[in-house]
Structure formats: structure tokens, C-alpha cells
């Protein structure tokens, strides 16, 4: 099982990008994709996920309204496409994958089996 995470970097407050999650090794059909965070000295906390069996997706409060999570079943990647950025989403960012076990759930970092390596994303002027 292997996710790949992308697209981070350097950007404006105000700005935007958007991060993908390529994933390999599992059947990706079975599998909600989340992205989280950790900012220095803090501890990772969830952001959003996408579940695909239900055709739902959830946001935190601190993101909603900026970020938009998709995926691309036949590319098996998920993207994470972050706009209106504040210092204060200065983070790095993982994606992780949890097996389907139900509608509900796919919030804490717990939940998840398998990770990626994570993106540095830098909001600054």
C-alpha cells in the first residue's frame, strides 16, 4: 500500500494550490482518503475526506469553504484544491486511507491504516 503526497510549497496569503494523493497497492474503491495536517508543535488534526461508497465528503470548520476534496477513480488519486490560504494553514499535509467500515467516522487520525509521506505547505508574504 503506498500513498504519495504532492503540490505543496510557497504561496501568498490569499493564494491557492491543490495537492494530490496518488495511491497504489489497495483497491481504491474500498477505501476513504483523508488529508490532515500537523503545524509545528501542534498535533495533526483531520481536514477533510472524501468516502466514496457514500458519495460524501466532510470538511473541519477551519477549512470549509476554502478547500474542496475530489477524486479520480480511474487515476486513483485524490486532490485536495485549497484556496484563500492563511498563514495559519502553514502545515504539513497527509493523506492516509481507511478501509470502508461504514458511513460514519473518518475524522481522527486513529481511523486511518495507511499513510503517506506528507507536503510541506508554506503560507507567507
Known amino acids: 500500500v503506498q500513498l504519495q503526497a504532492s503540490g505543496g510549497g510557497l504561496v501568498q496569503p490569499g493564494g491557492s494550490l491543490r495537492l494530490s494523493c496518488s495511491t497504489s497497492?489497495?483497491?481504491?474503491?474500498?477505501?476513504?482518503i483523508g488529508w490532515f495536517r500537523q503545524a509545528p508543535g501542534k498535533k495533526r488534526e483531520g481536514g477533510s475526506h472524501i468516502n466514496h461508497r457514500d458519495k460524501d465528503t466532510y470538511y473541519a470548520d477551519s477549512v470549509k469553504g476554502r478547500f474542496t476534496i475530489s477524486r479520480d477513480n480511474t487515476k486513483k488519486t485524490v486532490y485536495l484544491q485549497m484556496s484563500s490560504l492563511k498563514p495559519e494553514d502553514t502545515a504539513v499535509y497527509y493523506c492516509a486511507a481507511s478501509y470502508y467500515r461504514g458511513s460514519y467516522g473518518y475524522i481522527e487520525p486513529y481511523e486511518y491504516e495507511h499513510w503517506g509521506q506528507g507536503t510541506l505547505v508554506t503560507v507567507s508574504s
Open positions: 497497492g489497495f483497491t481504491f474503491d474500498d477505501y476513504v
